[in-house]
């Protein structure tokens, strides 16, 4: 063990003793406080992070991992990825900072922003920080005067069009600027590298990966032929981080191997490497988070309360969180958020059709409409699964604000695995099967699925 992380970090989970016991112990704890603030609050289970490495290691064993820290930059998972080795792939100064501070060496960061401040780059010239992306000429100027001895990869476009969340709209140099950044970073005495690409997040097609590796061959040829000593591909992310994605990882992986192959086999001296971000935290945090005002609106003029009692309505619940904190990914990442409930409602309860609101006094303020609920009170919880990508530890970028409590948990046996750095014997067998006995164990819920249109609300 590196001593990243120590026991004290987290909740170690016993056998028979599950992530959703902890949280109901803590929602209890919660609804019992004599404080009059209500917050909302995460349980994180860093067995399913430890779980996913394992995963990672198995299907892409040529590709070196870095993650993304503004998808997640909680302590917790900044430690325990520390732990399990590796390389961390920071956006700004903030966390540059951030992981230095808990202990990774410069030589495992990686400031991989084709957009950056000056300050930012001086920052990484004094502290260690060699590796720098860059898409244009205009940040290649700024690298040879605040960063001469940094050692660029050049960010290259993909075609993302099919991608949900896209970033080759604002990031990437297109294949045919690469030849003129190329010969402008030589002239300037400007070491390039390596290639990187991102395919963007949702990307339903993995031949995206495969084509990009294709392009990432051809910057590598122009680059030699220009005298550049090219022996970094940096994959990117995109990958899923969610069981049940349209493209399964195992999928993706098979793909990239194969193109890897092809065009970077084995042996070539390339060192590959991927920065992923959502693949490793999105399912391991789950979110509870309690309703704070309820109010019958007419469900054609939402917004205009009920007056007679017989039209169609819908019953807006606001929660301590909305769109403007964690649930941004409605609004960046088009997810339908859909929440577990704690009480099981009885077969002779009415559904009524739901929308659940944030706190802000705002129209655009909406987290998910026409959901079937039994009638909900002031005080309750409603938990949400998948909720660790993009949602906390945003604060690197907003200057270190952070509102939610996480709550750490990690099952013994996958604490184990991790300081052997080992997967359990009986684990080694397949990816799949690697997938599940170390996270702490949520159960298959119940699904109340009232009506084709509507989304369904599950059960706890
Ligand atoms: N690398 C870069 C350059 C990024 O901009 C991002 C996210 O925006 C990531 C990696 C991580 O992406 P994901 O969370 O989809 O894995």
Redesign the pocket.
């Known amino acids: 063990m590196a001593g990243y992380l120590r026991e004290t970090d987290f909740v170690m989970v016993e056998e028979g003793f599950s992530t959703r016991d902890l949280l109901e112990e803590l929602t209890l704890g919660a609804s019992q406080a004599t404080t009059e603030e209500v917050a909302a609050f995460f349980v994180a289970d860093l067995g399913a992070v430890v779980r996913k490495h394992f995963c990672f290691l198995k299907c892409l064993p040529r590709v070196r991992s870095f993650y993304?820290v503004?998808?997640n930059s909680s302590p917790g998972v900044l430690k325990v990825l520390a732990e399990l080795g590796l390389g961390f792939?920071c956006a700004n100064k903030a966390e540059m900072e951030l992981v230095q501070h808990i202990g990774v060496p410069a030589s495992k960061i990686i400031y991989?922003n084709p957009c950056k401040q000056i300050a930012h780059i001086k920052y990484a010239a004094k502290h260690g920080v060699q590796l720098l992306s860059f898409d244009n000429e205009m940040e290649l100027a700024k690298v040879v005067k605040s960063h001469p001895r940094a050692r660029m990869v050049l960010c290259v476009a993909t075609e993302d069009s099919h991608s949900l969340s896209r970033?080759s709209l604002r990031f990437g140099a297109s294949l045919k600027s690469c030849r003129h950044l190329l010969e402008n970073a030589r002239r300037d005495h400007v070491e390039v590298v390596g290639v990187s690409f991102?395919i963007g997040?949702g990307c339903p097609d993995p031949q995206a990966y495969a084509q990009s590796i294709a392009d990432a061959r051809l910057v590598f040829e122009m680059g030699a032929e220009l005298g550049h000593r090219m022996h970094i591909l940096d994959l990117?992310?995109?990958?899923p981080g969610v069981e049940g994605a349209k493209v399964r990882f195992e999928e993706i992986a098979s793909v990239i191997n194969s193109a890897l192959d092809l065009y970077f086999p084995e042996g070539c001296g390339v060192d590959i490497l991927a920065?992923?971000?959502?693949?490793y935290v999105t399912s391991a945090f789950t979110l509870a988070v309690s309703i704070i005002a309820k109010k019958e609106v007419l469900l054609d003029q939402p917004g205009r309360e009920e007056e007679t009692g017989s039209a169609p309505k819908t019953i807006m619940y606001h929660l301590s969180e909305g769109v403007y904190g964690i649930f941004n990914s409605v609004l960046f990442d088009n997810t339908c958020p859909t929440p577990i409930l704690q009480k099981k409602p009885s077969t002779d309860q009415t559904l009524c059709c739901s929308s659940l609101r944030g706190p802000a006094a705002s129209g655009c303020d909406c987290i998910a409409e026409g959901l079937w609920l039994p009638q909900l009170h002031v005080g309750d919880w409603l938990v949400f699964e998948n909720m660790g990508?993009y949602t906390v530890g945003m604060g690197s970028l907003l200057r270190g604000a952070q509102t939610c409590r996480i709550t750490y948990a990690m099952s013994r046996v996958a604490w184990e695995a991790l300081q052997g750095q080992l997967l359990p014997a009986e684990q080694d067998e397949d990816a799949e099967g690697m997938c599940k006995p170390l996270s702490c164990g949520w159960e298959i819920t119940d699904t109340l699925c009232m009506g084709p249109v509507f989304t369904p609300a599950s059960i706890m």
């Not at 990117?236 to 990958?239: A, E, L, M, Q, S």
């Open positions: 993304a503004k998808c792939s991989a970033l991102h997040s990117g992310g995109g990958f920065k992923l971000g959502r693949y990508a």
